[in-house]
């Protein structure tokens, strides 16, 4: 399974950058700001997004390794794998909390 082109990570990670991206619009919309500043939580965030893919990855070619018969221990491919099942499943919840926090933002009436 190719986890690079269409995978349930991907779509989490575009679905948090178009979440951000929303609200980093609103909030320039609603404090009168329209000049395009550098956001330090959305480099963040992108970091953070970055990092999970990167354990992914990591995670897949060690497994990949492991599979081909290369010289590879089995507690390091089953460590990464947890790595990188535990940091998904934690940027899942970010994503679910960042989702809540705006739903709460657009139900203020102003």
């Given at each position: 399974m190719d986890i690079r082109n269409s995978s349930l990570f991907q779509r989490h990670s575009d679905h948090v950058s178009e979440m951000m991206q929303r609200l980093v619009e609103h909030?320039?919309?609603?404090?009168?700001?329209?000049?395009?500043t550098s956001d330090p939580f959305a480099s963040l965030m992108m970091r953070g997004i970055a990092q999970v893919n990167d354990n992914q990855l990591d995670s897949q070619a060690k497994v990949e390794s492991l599979l081909?018969?290369?010289?590879?221990?089995?507690?390091?491919?089953?460590?990464?794998?947890?790595?990188?099942?535990?940091?998904?499943?934690?940027?899942?919840?970010?994503?679910?909390?960042?989702?809540?926090?705006?739903?709460?933002?657009?139900?203020?009436?102003?």
């Open positions: 909030q320039r919309a609603t404090s009168g700001e329209t000049t395009s081909a018969g290369e010289d590879i221990n089995q507690a390091e491919v089953f460590t990464s794998i947890q790595k990188a099942d535990m940091s998904f499943r934690m940027l899942v919840q970010i994503r679910n909390k960042l989702l809540q926090a705006f739903e709460e933002l657009n139900a203020i009436r102003v």
